[in-house]
């Protein structure tokens, strides 16, 4: 399913857009979607290595407090 969307930006934002769909070929919508795809994987990343990261801590919360002192 295709959603539309408004997207507002600044000129400064606009001319960056332009600038990086030049420059490598495609359309400015195009760029923006692959923006979008990144961020969202970069987002997920986070979550899931913070989600890692909780788990291990709380799995070996005793050890890590003894390698602490």
């Avoid at 997207?7 to 195009?30: P, V, W, Y």
């Avoid at 909780?54 to 050890?63: G, R, Y």
């Amino acid at each position: 399913m295709v959603m539309a969307m408004t997207l507002r930006l600044t000129n400064e934002e606009q001319e960056g857009l332009k600038a990086c769909a030049a420059d490598i070929g495609i359309s400015m919508q195009e760029v923006a979607r692959q923006a979008i795809r990144e961020y969202i994987v970069r987002i997920d990343h986070r979550s899931r290595v913070a989600g890692a990261a909780d788990h291990i801590l709380a799995v070996h919360a005793d050890a890590i407090e003894r390698l602490g002192k």
